[in-house]
């Protein structure tokens, strides 16, 4: 079996102690392979927005295991000592809104993780400005966030999780703002990527245009995960 | 690595620069109070300086001309000048009075002085000095008043035939110059209608108008009306001697009050204008809390106005200081502006002032240094802010 990109088993999340505690999730297991882009389903409050921030080093799992490439990051505690530099150089986000930094041009909004992560700024505007084009937006390279179309501003997003090559993306309802068109046109974008870097990407949303899209899909319910086959319909 | 503070500022300068350019105008205000109080100070010194007098003669327990009413005979001068080491020593009066310059009145400090001795002034702008006994004047700039110009000092009409500056009473009034005969009259000389009323009053009475001494009612009614006073005498010390130990002689054998320069500018400084000093210093607290509250207020909101920003900014890894080092980099270039501006626009409208306002430039870089620590101070409160926010605000959820 070739190894998972990401891979959680028992991935356990209790907010809260006694009689007052809730238990957001109570059994998540997911593998995912790199390149591969499943979705992650289940209605309001039945865990994944708990279960993102889990797998984006934002909560601590209350237990479970979280392995990155093979690389255990959590198991009953996290195992990295440096949880910001995880979320920087492991993981990328993509929102339901772009949340591009408004005072950064588009390149340094795409070169900004690089450079946190250590790497110089000529380097780093040079990995931005490949990724940019790679997403058919490098002709905005020096505009200004404002001045873009909300599907650029999403391309723009995408571009900078990619930014630090990580293992995983975690796409909190990226489509869920945009038209049919547009949101296939984001998926579509998502699947390249996710070829192009192998990088796993999850997806949550409740989207109905989209959900066909995919290959795999989770489903969360009560805090716990079933997996399904998709459709994994063309673009 | 970029800077995230530059490149925020650069994104809306216009606000940022306006919001520094209200802080400016704040700072500025600030500046120019402690000009006022240097101004004050400097006058009072100034003033001490360009009356080329080394000793001021007084009262007995009285604090000097320009603190408490002093009167002395004007014969006392020719007995000072007997004394070892007084080389110069000159009658001086003093009276802060409105006078009438065409149709409007301007306040002055009347200075009645002798031409030539200690208690002219220094030097002039422009004219001359008093040459004439009668009628003339040396006024201040800060009067208004031009060469040439007449005013009306009581029932006499003056011309002014110099200019001088920086001869200005403690409390601000200008100075003019006039001879001493003619303040001496303008100051204790009373008007016709008191003149008779005091000689019937006389007349009446039986002990001063005896029968059999010729001349006697003459002579009392001349000394009622005839000035005989002076505020002070200022006198210049020969070479080479200590002017303590010559205010120390006059103190022990005239029984009179000597101040020497140092003695002066201590009544000045620490006495007669405290009470403004201390006013302009809980002013000065006061601008500055305020202005430490509205850079707080300023820096806190524009952190506010970035909470997702930054919530987004720590969700990919940026590091607690890179973010507190941006809001502490924009409350600083916050205050390197409202410096700039603060001390410019004080610079512009210091002589403006009635009073004169001094800006030190041991002001100015002490102020610069309070500035940047009301600054880096007020930053705190939207740094906490912006530490707590936490990464997950970005998810949602």
Same mark, same amino acid.
């Given at each position: 079996m070739p190894q998972a990109a990401i891979e959680i088993s028992g991935l356990r999340k209790v907010y809260g102690q006694g009689d007052t505690a809730v238990e957001a999730l109570k059994e998540v297991n997911m593998r995912i392979q790199p390149g591969e882009v499943v979705g992650l389903i289940g209605p309001s409050g039945s865990g994944k927005s708990t279960l993102l921030k889990c797998l984006g080093a934002v909560t601590e799992p209350t237990a479970g295991e979280?392995?990155?490439?093979?690389? =255990?990051?959590?198991?009953n505690g996290w195992r990295v000592g440096d949880i910001r530099a995880l979320r920087r150089d492991r993981i990328g986000f993509v929102f339901q809104a772009p949340y591009l930094i408004p005072f950064l041009d588009v390149t340094d909004n795409v070169a900004l993780l690089p450079m946190l992560a250590g790497r110089p700024n000529a380097e780093a505007r040079a990995r931005a400005l490949d990724l940019l084009t790679a997403l058919d937006v490098a002709h905005r390279a020096r505009a200004q966030v404002s001045q873009l179309s909300g599907g650029e501003q999403q391309r723009v997003a995408i571009a900078r999780a990619l930014a630090n090559q990580p293992p995983v993306i975690l796409a909190d309802e990226p489509t869920a703002p945009l038209d049919s068109e547009r949101a296939l046109t984001v998926v579509r974008i998502?699947? #390249?990527m996710a #070829? #192009?870097?192998? =990088?796993?990407i999850i997806v949550v949303t409740h989207d109905e245009k989209i959900i066909p899209t995919f290959r795999r899909i989770y489903h969360i319910r009560d805090g716990r995960t079933y997996e399904e086959a998709g459709e994994g319909r063309a673009f | 690595m970029i800077s995230l503070a530059g490149r925020d500022i650069l994104h809306a300068w216009g606000k940022y620069v306006f919001t520094g350019l209200g802080l400016g105008l704040l700072i500025g205000v600030t *500046?120019?109070?402690? %000009?006022?109080?240097? %101004?004050? +100070? @400097? @006058?009072a010194k100034v003033l001490l300086r360009n009356s080329g007098a080394d000793i001021w003669v007084v009262q007995k327990d009285t604090l000097g001309p320009y603190a408490e009413p002093s009167s002395l005979h004007d014969d006392i001068y020719r007995s000072l000048l007997g004394l070892p080491g007084v080389a110069r020593a000159a009658n001086a009066t003093y009276l802060t009075m409105q006078v009438r310059r065409s149709d409007e009145d301007v306040r002055v400090m009347v200075v009645g002085i002798t031409p030539g001795q200690p208690g002219e002034p220094g030097y002039l702008l422009a004219g001359r000095r008093l040459t004439r006994s009668h009628y003339e004047a040396i006024a201040d700039i800060k009067a208004g008043l031009a060469q040439g110009e007449k005013v009306r000092i009581?029932?006499?009409d003056y011309t002014v035939v110099g200019l001088t500056r920086r001869m200005v009473s403690s409390s601000g009034d200008p100075m003019l110059f006039i001879p001493l005969k003619d303040a001496q009259a303008a100051q204790f000389l009373k008007d016709n209608e008191a003149i008779r009323n005091d000689r019937a009053r006389t007349a009446a009475n039986p002990a001063l108008n005896r029968p059999g001494v010729p001349g006697l009612i003459e002579a009392i009614d001349a000394s009622k009306t005839e000035s005989r006073s002076v505020n002070a005498?200022? +006198?210049? +010390?020969? &070479? %080479?001697?200590? &002017?303590a130990a010559v205010a120390e002689n006059i103190r022990r054998w005239k029984y009179l009050q000597a101040y020497t320069v140092a003695d002066m500018e201590d009544i000045l400084v620490s006495k007669l204008i405290s009470t403004s000093a201390r006013q302009i210093g809980m002013f000065l607290v006061i601008l500055a809390i305020v202005s430490a509250a509205i850079v707080s207020f300023i820096i806190y909101t524009m952190t506010l106005s970035k909470v997702r920003e930054i919530a987004v900014l720590k969700l990919i890894g940026t590091r607690n200081r890179t973010i507190a080092g941006m809001i502490l980099q924009q409350a600083l270039g916050l205050g390197l502006i409202a410096f700039v501006v603060g001390k410019t626009v004080a610079t512009l409208w210091a002589p403006h002032f009635p009073k004169y306002v001094l800006l030190e430039p041991g002001d100015a870089i002490r102020g610069f240094f309070a500035v940047m620590a009301i600054c880096a *101070?007020?930053?705190? *409160?939207?740094?906490?802010?912006? *530490?707590? +926010? @936490?990464?997950?605000e970005a998810i949602g959820g």
């Open positions: 979280i392995r990155f490439n093979g690389e =255990t990051v959590y198991a998502l699947n #390249q #070829q #192009q870097y192998r =990088t796993a | *500046l120019s109070m402690a %000009g006022i109080y240097r %101004g004050m +100070v @400097d @006058d009581r029932r006499n005498v200022l +006198v210049q +010390v020969a &070479p %080479g001697w200590p &002017p *101070l007020a930053s705190t *409160l939207a740094i906490r802010t912006a *530490l707590k +926010v @936490d990464p997950a």
